[in-house]
């Protein structure tokens, strides 16, 4: 059969005659879009190079939680804690991990670069423990102090306090005597024992002094497992060197006086590559002190203004100023201390520290009675301190009455002198206020204990003394005692002289002490008295 589309058509022959030579047109595409490829990519990578010039890495800056810090740029310095992040603050964003923490390891090159900047701070002459710098310390760094040294000490209660309605003003008190130790330096001593290079923390600290600071040393060191050894001279009491040594402290009696311990702690610490250590005003030290200021500014609100003790060793008073005008510049800080040891004033008026004073009573004062130790703390006392008072001994027992009595707390000098300054009336301004006052220690012995709460209660006229002469018969001692019992007086000691009598014969003196409510209530015990035996005579105090 025939195709009805006709006939095939016969296949076109090939061209016997060559075209010209030019590669496929797919070949062509393919190149020019490598090449573009190539030249974003070289664009992209200078661009990237230029912005790394720019600035720093990120990573220099920040830190993941899981991996330690690398050795990045040594001078920069570390984002501060935010004043309003502060009062929000708490235990509770530790342990709920919303605070991120990180271990820092110095290696090869760059351990050698920071010990050699260490080196080349200014050592004090009269000083031979730690460096003390001679800036003034900043508000970051007690913020750091506080958020290293939170779990080490107490945050302690700053409480409304009964005292309030009776000196006319609202009072909250601040007792670090609750530390561990039973005092506020605790917090300067453990920042300071933590700062110190790993190296010195295997060799050791030595110190020298029975002091708050030697305990607190002699305690932390002990819990970060620091070699801690106490030079102490053999007038010392049994009690001090008993509690040293219970804290974990190695103690050694040299000497009879504090001179002769430190000559003696210095050798030791020469021979033996150990860290002498002593109260001073290094910014690590008065950093952990500052902390205090903060936990009274997040405790308290609307502050008026906050006592602290001063005298020599003004670190406190200086470190917790710092902070709290940084806070809150209307905040007055004052600071008390001994009207018979007026060093801190004296060193203002000179501008610089005064150290040729000596204290009679230094058992009873402490710490107060310390010296001027450096111009730091005593720059920072003049540029943010309001107002330095002196309240007199008697002004200082009958606060540790008051707070014995209203607060069940027992202080020495140096926790009760801050209210001293309210007992003397020292500070009328602070009328209608809201004020907090620092109770710092409580470390007082027994048998100061017993002295000063008798002296005390003769001070406030709690406890009064009286002689008179009667008759040698029976039934006139009964009267007197009568007398006595009707004006609700209690009869503390009551003793008769029958020999050494100068009146006539016959007739036996005594002698009564007893025990009144308060000052009205003496009065009138001394007015039914004289009305009944005109010729008695009261032992004034």
Known sequence: MVSPRGPPRARPTDMTTPGPLLPPYGVVVGVLLHLVVYLVAVLYRDDNKIKKQDAPALCDLHCCKDEPIRNGLIGQKPPSINPERLKDFGEEDYLNGDVKTWEMKIVSRNEELLRDALSRIPQSSSRTSLSSSNKLIRFEDISAAAFKIQCGVQKTPCMYSRLSKQYGMDIYLKKEFLQYTGSVKERGVLYLLTSLPQDQQRKGVIVASDSNFSMAVAYHASELRIPVFVIM??????????????????????????????THARRLAQENAY????????????????????EVYEQVPKLDAVIFPAGGHCGLLAGSAAALKHLNPRISVIGVEPESFPVLQQSLKAGHP??????SNHHFYGDVSGLCFGSNSLQLTGKLVDKV???????ILISMLRLLEYERA??????????????????????????????????????????????ALTLD??????????SDSPGD?????????????RVL???????????????????CTVETRDKIHTAQLRNALLERYPTATWTER
Do not use: W
């Open 354 to 359: 005064i150290e040729d004073q000596a204290c």
């Open 233 to 262: 001279s053999t007038s010392t009491s049994p009690a001090r060197v008993k509690m040293c040594r219970e804290y974990g402290a190695m103690v050694i009696s040299y000497g009879t006086t504090a001179k002769d311990s430190q």
């Open 275 to 294: 860290l002498y250590l002593e109260e001073e005003d290094s910014a690590v030290y008065l950093s952990g002190l500052g902390t205090v200021g903060l």
């Open 410 to 455: 027992t202080v020495d000098a140096e926790g009760a002198i801050g209210l001293a300054a309210l007992v003397a009336g020292k500070l009328p301004e602070l009328k209608g206020k809201r004020v907090a006052i620092v109770i710092c220690s409580g470390n007082l012995e027994l048998h100061l204990l017993q002295q000063c709460i008798a002296r």
């Open 493 to 511: 000691d009551i003793k008769q002289e029958h020999t050494f009598v100068t009146s006539e014969l016959f007739t036996v003196e005594v002698t």
């Open 389 to 395: 008072v002196a309240v007199r001994e008697e002004d």
């Open 461 to 470: 006229n709690r406890v009064c003394r009286f002689s008179l002469v009667l």
């Open 477 to 489: 001692i009964s009267k007197l005692l009568e007398i006595l019992a009707r004006e609700e007086a």
